[in-house]
Structures are given as structure tokens and as C-alpha cells.
């Protein structure tokens, strides 16, 4: 088949490099892709934004899938555009994509579901002062969170009443999230680890992949501002076949006969940001699509026809039996510009990335080509990946880390204790 892949970041790179190995692919387009994915498929410059100009594309090439990487072009309806034209699409419609662009609407399926999550009380700019005397009356630590979609950059976790005020201010009055930030949920500190698990569905039936745990913090020993992820590795050890389980029934399959009962069916993968507290696994946040960088990490470990999976669900019937975990292990480091998650400058050329290690994959997330170099071009600009035949997270580092001595550019930063947590347990 003729398949379209939405995407240009490091996510779209890993989920093109999955489908290439599928016997049922024709053709792979990538819109708009990146130099990564030029390798793999045919890149194609249309604006996302433009669904027309998208929908026109596929109709041109006969594609019979279109693949959604990122949240935003879900939230703004282009699954909905090519599906009212008999195009099938891995991703929900706008209407489900609000698990992840609207967290108010989110908390109010999990209270229905019964979904274990925080308690929060939500409060909107015309009541910044009920607000501000709420937090006054908070245990710390709190959090906040932007309501709308902020790039993984809107949650803060707030230490005392004064750096509450001073982050519910920048919301409200800074708007340093734009309309995003219009509404806040004040959420009680859950206690434990994260991970991240992606069920793919159909809407009604799912299968788990391999749980993976994100890197949020910009620095070692998860220090400094939230980003949109410095790093995951996978399996996370933490995340055993009995905490799949409950995830599964107490969390995934209520959530999914929500939305259903809402009239939203949620079709593409859902992503189940956890926290494993005393009390059980606990969900912090939904997103609408693959996670960003887990799926460097977490795609490498699967066998099978991950295409023919997608496929399946994208038509409404979803085959469980033709993926598996491999029983390997992933370390995705994220090389960034210095000065992420704020400002940052671009276009330094980037060496190395022909001299790798075997079982070495760098996933292009910010760069551009120019006269033949690949320069940067983003705040997260590579993912460098180990993919080893073991369950076995120290060597898969070692082999990650290994790889990032022997790529330069100007102004290279990352984490160097990538996978840590798991290896110290």
C-alpha cells in the first residue's frame, strides 16, 4: 500500500523506519519530513496546516493510510478531513484528540471512568484571585498545569506558595502559553515513578507495547525546566507484566468505553503518561499520539508487521497477533542546542553521523540539509538510540553513549544519566 506519514520530528523518523520494514508497504511519503526520513521514504513539502493540500496529495497518490505524528494537525481536525473522504487514518478526530488538547475534559472522562488519578480543582483567568487564595491553602509541593496544549513545556510542579503564584501569574498574566493557558488545574503531588505506556487501538479493543520512561527535566538527576523529553529508554523495568495488567483494566479499557459513550471513539494510540504510587499506578496525563522521544526507544523493540498492526486499527479492527516485544532493550539520548528549552540558535553542522556503532539508530528530530550537511535546525535535534538484542539497559546505555562521542556540533548538550533510574534499581 501507499502510505502518508504526518510528521517532520524524531517521533515521524522512528515510525517511518518501523513501517519500512513492513511487507505490505508500496510507497512511503513523509509530509513534511526531515533528512532522517528522506532516507526512507519520499519527503513532501505541503504545509500541514492545509488539509485540503494534504488531502488533495493523497488522493493524487492513492494512499491508503495516512499516519499522524503530531498532536496538533490531530487537534485541528485532519483526521476528521481525510476519513469523511474514505481515507483510513491512525489517529483520532478532533473530537478524541481533547484527551490531550483540553486536560479539564480529560480529568472529567477519568472521573467517569473511575480512572485513578490526582485531585485537582481547575480554575480559569477570571478567577485568578480564587486561584491565588486557593494555593494558599495548598500543601506543597503542588503542581500546575496549562490546560491546552503547551509542547510538554505546561506542567510545573511548584515547591512553595510564592513559586506557585509566580507560575500561576505567568500563565494568567504572562500568558506564557498563549490561549492555552486560559484555564489551570491545581493538582495535588502524586509520589512515585513515571512511565509511559502506548496502547494501540481500534477504539474499543487494544494491545500494549513495551512500557518506556521519559526524560522530562533538561538536567541530570531530573534537575532544571520541563522539555519536550531529553531522553527514554525501554522496557522500564518498573513497569512488570502486573502493573501492565491493572494499567489495562482499571485504566486503558474504562477510558476507551468513555469515549466511546461520549460519541468521541479514540482510534491511533493512546498514550498513558503513569505514576506507580504506594496506592497502584495512577494516571498524570493523556496525549492523543505516539510520545516523543519513547518511540525512538519502544518501536526498535518490537517484531512483527508494525504497519499491518497500525493498518488494522486505523480500519476498525484491530490485529493483536501480528506484534510482539523482542526482548531487547533501547537507550534514546537526545542531543540538543544549548539554551533549550529557551532560546537557542540553529544551523551549526552536525559530524559524525556516518561513523556509528552496529546497533546504533540516530533519529533526525531538529535538523535541516544544506549543500550536502546536515545542520541543526530545532531545540532537540537528534535522537541517538541503541537497539541491542538483550534485556539489558546497562550495556544498551553504554552502547547509546558510545554513539554521542562521535557526534559533534556547536553547542551540543544532553543528559548523561539516561536510563539511570532503572539501572540503579
Given at each position: 500500500m501507499n502510505v502518508a506519514l504526518i510528521g517532520s520530528g524524531g517521533r515521524e523518523h522512528a515510525i517511518a523506519y518501523k513501517v519500512c520494514e513492513s511487507r505490505l508497504l508500496n510507497k512511503l511519503y513523509i509530509i513534511p519530513g526531515n533528512p532522517g526520513t528522506a532516507k526512507l521514504g519520499e519527503n513532501i513539502n505541503i504545509d500541514i496546516k492545509n488539509s485540503d493540500e494534504?488531502?488533495?496529495?493523497?488522493?493524487?497518490?492513492?494512499?491508503?493510510?495516512?499516519?499522524?505524528?503530531?498532536?496538533?494537525?490531530?487537534?485541528?481536525?485532519?483526521?476528521?478531513?481525510?476519513?469523511?473522504?474514505?481515507?483510513?487514518?491512525?489517529?483520532?478526530?478532533?473530537?478524541?484528540?481533547?484527551?490531550?488538547?483540553?486536560?479539564?475534559?480529560?480529568?472529567?472522562?477519568?472521573?467517569?471512568?473511575?480512572?485513578?488519578?490526582?485531585?485537582?480543582?481547575?480554575?480559569?483567568?477570571?478567577?485568578?484571585?480564587?486561584?491565588?487564595?486557593?494555593?494558599?491553602?495548598?500543601?506543597?509541593?503542588?503542581?500546575?498545569?496549562?490546560?491546552?496544549?503547551?509542547?510538554?513545556?505546561?506542567?510545573?510542579?511548584?515547591?512553595?506558595?510564592?513559586?506557585?503564584?509566580?507560575?500561576?501569574?505567568?500563565?494568567?498574566?504572562?500568558?506564557?502559553?498563549?490561549?492555552?493557558?486560559?484555564?489551570?488545574?491545581?493538582?495535588?503531588?502524586?509520589?512515585?515513578?513515571?512511565?509511559?505506556?502506548?496502547?494501540?487501538?481500534?477504539?474499543?479493543?487494544?494491545?500494549?507495547?513495551?512500557?518506556?520512561?521519559?526524560?522530562?527535566?533538561?538536567?541530570?538527576?531530573?534537575?532544571?525546566?520541563?522539555?519536550?523529553?531529553?531522553?527514554?529508554?525501554?522496557?522500564?523495568?518498573?513497569?512488570?507484566?502486573?502493573?501492565?495488567?491493572?494499567?489495562?483494566?482499571?485504566?486503558?479499557?474504562?477510558?476507551?468505553?468513555?469515549m466511546n459513550d461520549e460519541g468521541k471513539r479514540f482510534i491511533g494510540c493512546l498514550y498513558v503518561g503513569l505514576i506507580l504510587t504506594e496506592k497502584g499506578p495512577k494516571v498524570i496525563e493523556f496525549n492523543c499520539r505516539f510520545g516523543d522521544p519513547e518511540t525512538q526507544a519502544v518501536l526498535p523493540l518490537l517484531k512483527g508487521d508494525f504497519l499491518q498492526l497500525i493498518y488494522s486499527a486505523a480500519k476498525g479492527k484491530l490485529d493483536k497477533n501480528v506484534v510482539s516485544y523482542n526482548g531487547g532493550s533501547s537507550v534514546c539520548v537526545v542531543a540538543a542546542s544549548s539554551g533549550y528549552p529557551d532560546s537557542y540558535k540553529k544551523g551549526f553542522e552536525i559530524t559524525g553521523l556516518d561513523n556509528l556503532p552496529e546497533d546504533v539508530i540516530v533519529f533526525h528530530a531538529g535538523t535541516k540539509e544544506e549543500n550536502g550537511k546536515i545542520l541543526t535546525n530545532g531545540g532537540r535535534v537528534l535522537g541517538v538510540t541503541s537497539i541491542i538484542s538483550e534485556n539489558d539497559l546497562v550495556k544498551a546505555k553504554a552502547k547509546a553513549y558510545e554513539a554521542m562521542d562521535n557526534i559533534y556540533f556547536k553547542s551540543i548538550y544532553y543528559r548523561k544519566d539516561i536510563a539511570d533510574k532503572a539501572i540503579k534499581n
Amino acid at each position: 500500500m501507499n502510505v502518508a506519514l504526518i510528521g517532520s520530528g524524531g517521533r515521524e523518523h522512528a515510525i517511518a523506519y518501523k513501517v519500512c520494514e513492513s511487507r505490505l508497504l508500496n510507497k512511503l511519503y513523509i509530509i513534511p519530513g526531515n533528512p532522517g526520513t528522506a532516507k526512507l521514504g519520499e519527503n513532501i513539502n505541503i504545509d500541514i496546516k492545509n488539509s485540503d493540500e494534504v488531502l488533495k496529495f493523497c488522493k493524487e497518490q492513492n494512499i491508503e493510510l495516512v499516519i499522524i505524528g503530531p498532536e496538533q494537525p490531530l487537534v485541528d481536525g485532519l483526521a476528521n478531513v481525510l476519513r469523511n473522504k474514505d481515507i483510513f487514518v491512525f489517529g483520532p478526530d478532533a473530537e478524541a484528540a481533547e484527551i490531550e488538547a483540553d486536560k479539564s475534559f480529560a480529568k472529567k472522562i477519568m472521573r467517569t471512568a473511575k480512572v485513578p488519578t490526582a485531585n485537582y480543582m481547575e480554575f480559569d483567568t477570571i478567577n485568578y484571585e480564587r486561584a491565588k487564595e486557593f494555593l494558599k491553602q495548598k500543601k506543597y509541593p503542588c503542581v500546575l498545569k496549562a490546560n491546552g496544549l503547551a509542547a510538554g513545556k505546561g506542567v510545573v510542579i511548584c515547591n512553595s506558595y510564592e513559586e506557585a503564584e509566580k507560575t500561576l501569574r505567568s500563565f494568567f498574566i504572562g500568558k506564557i502559553f498563549g490561549s492555552s493557558g486560559e484555564k489551570v488545574l491545581i493538582e495535588e503531588f502524586l509520589t512515585g515513578e513515571e512511565a509511559s505506556v502506548f496502547a494501540i487501538t481500534d477504539g474499543s479493543d487494544f494491545i500494549c507495547l513495551p512500557a518506556a520512561q521519559d526524560h522530562k527535566r533538561i538536567g541530570d538527576n531530573d534537575t532544571g525546566k520541563n522539555t519536550g523529553g531529553m531522553g527514554a529508554y525501554s522496557p522500564a523495568p518498573i513497569v512488570t507484566s502486573k502493573v501492565i495488567e491493572e494499567v489495562a483494566i482499571r485504566i486503558i479499557a474504562p477510558t476507551l468505553k468513555a469515549m466511546n459513550d461520549e460519541g468521541k471513539r479514540f482510534i491511533g494510540c493512546l498514550y498513558v503518561g503513569l505514576i506507580l504510587t504506594e496506592k497502584g499506578p495512577k494516571v498524570i496525563e493523556f496525549n492523543c499520539r505516539f510520545g516523543d522521544p519513547e518511540t525512538q526507544a519502544v518501536l526498535p523493540l518490537l517484531k512483527g508487521d508494525f504497519l499491518q498492526l497500525i493498518y488494522s486499527a486505523a480500519k476498525g479492527k484491530l490485529d493483536k497477533n501480528v506484534v510482539s516485544y523482542n526482548g531487547g532493550s533501547s537507550v534514546c539520548v537526545v542531543a540538543a542546542s544549548s539554551g533549550y528549552p529557551d532560546s537557542y540558535k540553529k544551523g551549526f553542522e552536525i559530524t559524525g553521523l556516518d561513523n556509528l556503532p552496529e546497533d546504533v539508530i540516530v533519529f533526525h528530530a531538529g535538523t535541516k540539509e544544506e549543500n550536502g550537511k546536515i545542520l541543526t535546525n530545532g531545540g532537540r535535534v537528534l535522537g541517538v538510540t541503541s537497539i541491542i538484542s538483550e534485556n539489558d539497559l546497562v550495556k544498551a546505555k553504554a552502547k547509546a553513549y558510545e554513539a554521542m562521542d562521535n557526534i559533534y556540533f556547536k553547542s551540543i548538550y544532553y543528559r548523561k544519566d539516561i536510563a539511570d533510574k532503572a539501572i540503579k534499581n
